[in-house]
């Protein structure tokens, strides 16, 4: 396909040609940034995390008296434990994405200077079995191994500690975690066991850093135990769930007894970026139908106007699909230039954005798909009215206007 | 001759229907996007306590570590240990000031087989009501002695009465809450600001509910083991539970300022009282910061980052729609290039023509407009429906509607300028010679 006439009549047409550039730019640009921000909110809502998500349903006790919490939990549990399709069930202080940050500082010598800061869980025995915990080294509890309550407060000490791998690494660089201690104010934790990665309560709060940091200790029954951890077949969630509420309601008159599914607790953490990916696929989708519309508004004008010209060309010899071709080159040059001006766009937006808001440099890739799909939007676009061009009949020359 | 211009405007759109729909139908989503989100965005940025903002001020200081610290850079924390907001409140330097801190307690039903309910609340000191003019239905707050001595006195919401005693005065009478028994002095009225400036930081909601639903002193909840909802400690804890001598801070404090010498008279004040703090060896950095109510919003970002890309993201999107509307508009006005020789042959001059394309382009803005206002309702609609906590604030008030349409003029006015300055620029001879 010759391309110099082509280049001739746009100079003709400088104005509609530069906002069809401008316009494919701006979307290009949009695009870009736009499918990068869908990317990673959908990377943060599939975070992994080593626990049994699909069997947990999670009941809270909130409000019960302290004192009686000794006998009042082993209670509580025996009861759960009797409802059908339980196969484990646990109390804890808080749960990975609960939204209740509860960090604490840790150096690896008895005067470190330097804290990591972590997500602290408290398990009550067999609190490892109803989450589910994967164990990659190392052992879980042993039953003689459940603190007394002085531990919560971090004034006991000797205890043992499970740690994430994630965290492991962090602690102890290159080395084995296994049997290693960790102190804060005077008081110092053996880890027995190396688990996967568990999310923290907030990752979003703890950062990029403590996202997967999440340290567990054994802990007796205890008052500030509020979450009754409980594990099921996925099938029988709902049912457990229902059941737990009614029975713990009846235990705990004076309590106020909530509960969740733990697919439910995650749902809800990641509400947020869920709604935000919607809003942006929808701010894409329509942008881009607009650009299309324009394309074909402004390329549907240029038919119309060129119809005699068409007609010669149809005249003295040229074929449909020449003329069919002709508008696909034209729409793909004015394509081009605007993917280039607008990558060189996207690319601004994102160093912009990297400055006023928390967004990553965006990965190179991002330009060249955005600007394949702008060529491809561009030349769909431009198929109809080409080929109502490519219909115009060569005796259309003939005519007088 | 304006009517005239209309009548042309009116036949023009008329005859390109397809077209006519496409401008319209462009402007208005990109409009209906952008009044969406700056409704969003104005909602969230707005100004919580109108008549007194400008005289709220937000101290600070820093007992953090040497440790880390870049003088004049880094910022002091948002929050306060006891002993320096103690220390500040007890000064008296200000016209009112208060301590703030949020709980959360446990309600007793007053009805028998009902469930207790947990409801949000605020720890805090006498002059609070009066410093943020919380209104009182019933009753009023708390003295400065019931903050001295520690007593079960409690505030509570418009809501929390309705719900407890049916709306009724309730002054005088006693709830439950977190197993002790508290005596109602005050009810306020619906007391909601957005934001909730005063929780921010602490550890609460930003946006949206009915506020907080009770409000108790500060030392009956330190007394009660009524923690707070955050606390940042900077030193190692040896009992967290004894706040009042923790090296933890928790508290926000507040002070009213009349006046700019009142201002720098307390700005003086507090950082002496940080000078004061090295040479005595229990700070070691000096920094203060007192904020105006609106500074402490900024400073504390609290307009979400999302609905700000959002409000970015529809601006772009608009941008990109009245490019489309000048590029349909420009089509429109050149296929009729014969049409304008013939009136300028006639005897229209260059500013007749572009007064009538600037009509039409000024129709078509106000149609756009009226779409786009469709469009935006819609868009708040599913906004109200998202898990956002300031989603039920989303409304259309009576200066975005004002706004919508001005945004559409200006944006199809905009667009037009080029088609009709290239119609005007027809030179009417070539023109009629073709036909």
Known sequence: ?401 | MFGYYMDLALRSLKRHKVLTTLMVLSLALGIGACITTTTVLRLLSGDPLPQKSSQLFYAQVDPNAKEGYIAGQTEPPSTMTYVDAMFLLHAHRAKRQAAVALTSGKIAPQRANERPFYSDGVQTTADFFGLFGAPFEYGSGWTAADDEGGSQVIVIASFLNQKLFGGANSVGKTIRMNDHDFRIVGVLKPWSPQPRFYALDLGGHDYGGDGDAMFLPLKTAMDLKMGPQDIECYDSVTDVNNLAAAPCMWLGVWVELPDQAAVADYRTFLANYARQQVAQGRFSRDETALLDLMGWLRDQQVVPDDVRLQAGLAYGFLLICVLNTVGLLLAKCLRRSREIGVRRALGATRGAIFGQFMVEAGIVGLVGGLLGLGFAELGLFGIRHQPAEYASLAHLDLSMFVFTFVVALVASLIAGLLPAWRACAVAPAPQLKAS
């Open chain 1, 1 to 401: 396909m010759e391309i110099r006439p082509i280049l001739a009549s746009l100079r003709k047409h400088r104005i509609p040609a530069m906002l069809i550039v401008l316009e494919i730019a701006l979307a290009c640009a949009v695009l870009c940034n736009a499918v990068f921000m869908i990317g990673q909110r959908l990377d943060d809502i599939g975070w992994p995390n080593a626990i049994d998500e699909q069997g947990i349903s999670v009941v809270s006790v909130n409000g019960a008296d302290p004192k009686l919490a000794a006998s009042d939990i082993p209670r509580d549990l025996a009861a759960l434990r009797g409802i059908a399709g339980v196969t484990a069930a646990a109390a804890a202080t808080s749960m990975p994405l609960d939204r209740n940050p509860a960090l604490s500082s840790f150096t690896t010598t008895p005067d470190g200077k330097t804290t990591v800061n972590t997500s602290i869980y408290f398990l009550g025995s067999g609190g490892e079995q109803a989450l589910g915990l994967r164990l990659l080294e190392g052992r879980f509890f042993n039953a003689d191994e459940y603190a007394d309550s002085g531990f919560k407060d971090f004034n006991s000490t000797g205890h043992v500690m499970l740690v994430t791998q994630r965290d492991a690494q962090r602690l102890w660089p290159g080395q084995d975690a296994l049997g290693k201690t960790l102190y804060t104010n005077g008081n110092s934790w053996t880890v027995v066991g190396v688990i996967a990665d568990v999310l923290a309560q907030d990752p979003n709060f703890s950062g990029p850093g403590g996202r997967y940091s999440s340290v567990f200790f054994p802990l007796h029954p205890d008052g500030v135990m509020g979450d009754y951890v409980l594990r099921s077949a996925p099938q029988d969630r709902a049912r457990v769930l229902r059941e737990a509420r009614r029975a713990l309601g009846r235990l705990e008159v004076g309590a106020v007894v909530d509960g969740a599914t733990y697919a439910g607790m995650r749902g809800d953490y990641f509400a947020d970026a869920r709604s935000m990916v919607w809003m942006l696929l929808l701010v894409c989708v329509v942008m881009l139908a607009v650009t299309a519309f324009g394309i074909v508004g402004l390329t549907s004008f240029w038919v119309g106007q060129r119809r005699r010209q068409i007609g010669i060309r149809r005249a003295v010899g040229a074929t449909r699909s020449h003329i069919l071709q002709y508008f696909q080159t034209e729409n793909f040059l004015l394509g081009t230039a605007g993917v280039v001006l607008g990558m060189v766009l996207a690319f601004g937006i994102n160093l912009y954005l990297m400055q006023s808001y928390e967004i990553a440099r965006m990965p190179w890739y991002y330009l060249p798909v955005s600007a394949v799909a702008m060529w491809v939007l561009g030349q769909l676009s431009v198929l109809a009215p080409a080929l109502r061009a490519s219909n115009v009949p060569p005796v259309v020359a003939t005519r007088s206007v």
